[in-house]
Nanobody, 126 residues
Framework: QVQLVESGGGLVQAGDSLRLSCTVSGGTFNQYAMGWFRQAPGKEREFVAS????????CYEDSVKGRFTISRDNAKNTVYLQMNTLAPWDTAAYFC???????????????????WGQGTQVSVSL
């Protein structure tokens, strides 16, 4: 059974940085395309970033381009989300997601992903 465990969330001030990690167990990590999503209270879950199986393909939601960077380490079964210049509107629970992919592309839609982590909270204060 594949499991995803996120870590790295916390309470920071506007302008600070955080790095989220998501470690995958129980599966073959280098077969998975990975994604990060977030959900703020009272809002729908939204796409943040995703990365292809090889890491060569990366996709970002417009509001995080230039501030967030997704990466993966296939030797560590881990995907990362480096978040810089955080703003209060980035406050949300952040979830990582995985799907097996035979194509080296990134996926943006939540329904494309089969396996999800429990989430890690990111809170950004002024």
């Amino acid at each position: 059974q594949v499991q995803l465990v996120e870590s790295g969330g916390g309470l920071v001030q506007a302008g600070d940085s955080l790095r989220l990690s998501c470690t995958v167990s129980g599966g073959t990590f280098n077969q998975y395309a990975m994604g990060w999503f977030r959900q703020a209270p009272g809002k729908e879950r939204e796409f943040v970033a995703s990365i292809s199986v090889s890491g060569g393909g990366r996709c970002y939601e417009d509001s995080v381009k230039g501030r967030f960077t997704i990466s993966r380490d296939n030797a560590k079964n881990t995907v990362y989300l480096q978040m810089n210049t955080l703003a209060p509107w980035d406050t949300a629970a952040y979830f990582c997601a995985a799907r097996v992919s035979q194509y080296d592309i990134c996926y943006r839609a939540a329904l494309e992903y089969r396996t999800w982590g429990q989430g890690t909270q990111v809170s950004v204060s002024l």
